[in-house]
């Protein structure tokens, strides 16, 4: 099968205003356009707080970027009584083409387990939204039960309404390597990466686990990115913390 385009995914967290979001996205783009960055083999995402979306959403489109961006998490509603909650048909309607689903900072501070993020997946597909579905062991997990297990878990629970026509993302991220500085080795990665694209061809078939991405998070930067994306399962990277400074997203996105 053709390789898989990789992708590079900057989860800003809780960070950038939208004014601010305007100013970082035109300097990226001008940044990687500068490099000559060639946006058919390696894609570019951002994923910024719902509060952005608007103004990333009229600037991409009025300049027609070839940025693509999503959204860091969606209600499991549809609509209604939901206080705070965004729907997956706002995101949609913004032309958010993914949204992040279960990311580890979501799973621990806001207590989402295995069944709402599952129904949050089924919401996204519901509006055409790619999830990038986020699995990843603590450091707790890894000493008691290897480094495959608790990711693998995670990653069947959350196909577990998905059909073989559904386009989604895997970002497996374990929780020691977020933010941490500490980095899982490429063979780290690898070695569940391939757990967890054997879980989507098992679940889904063999042609949608050709074609799944599969991405790497956690403590990436422009020093170790190579690395990972040497390994055959691995198909890209979410960052954190280093897709908020430019010239490092930017050299990121050129690893090669
Ligand atoms: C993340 O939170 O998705 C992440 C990978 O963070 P960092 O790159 O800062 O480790």
Known sequence: HPRRTPLMAGN????????????FVQKLAWSLKDAR????????????PFTDLRSV???????????????QDVSAHQSGAYTGEISAAFLAQLECQYVIIGHSERRTLHNETDEVVAAKVTAALGHNLVPVICVGETAADLAEHGPSAVPVAQLRAALTGVTNAADFVVAYEPVWA???????????????ASALRAVVNEM?????????RILYGGSVKA??????????????ALIGGASLDIAEFSSIARYQ
Request: glycine share 8%.
């Open 178 to 192: 977020i933010g941490s500085g500490q980095a899982a080795t490429p063979e780290q990665a690898e070695q569940v």
């Open 204 to 212: 889904l078939g063999q042609d949608v686990a050709d074609k799944t």
């Open 57 to 71: 959403q009229t600037l991409i489109s009025a300049d027609k970027l070839p940025i693509t961006f999503g959204a």
């Open 37 to 48: 960055h060639d946006f058919s083999t390696v894609e570019v995402a951002v994923f910024p």
């Open 12 to 23: 800003w967290k809780m960070n950038l205003d939208h004014l601010q979001a305007i100013a």
């Open 223 to 236: 020093s170790n990115i190579a690395g990972f994306m040497r390994e055959p399962n691995v198909d890209g």
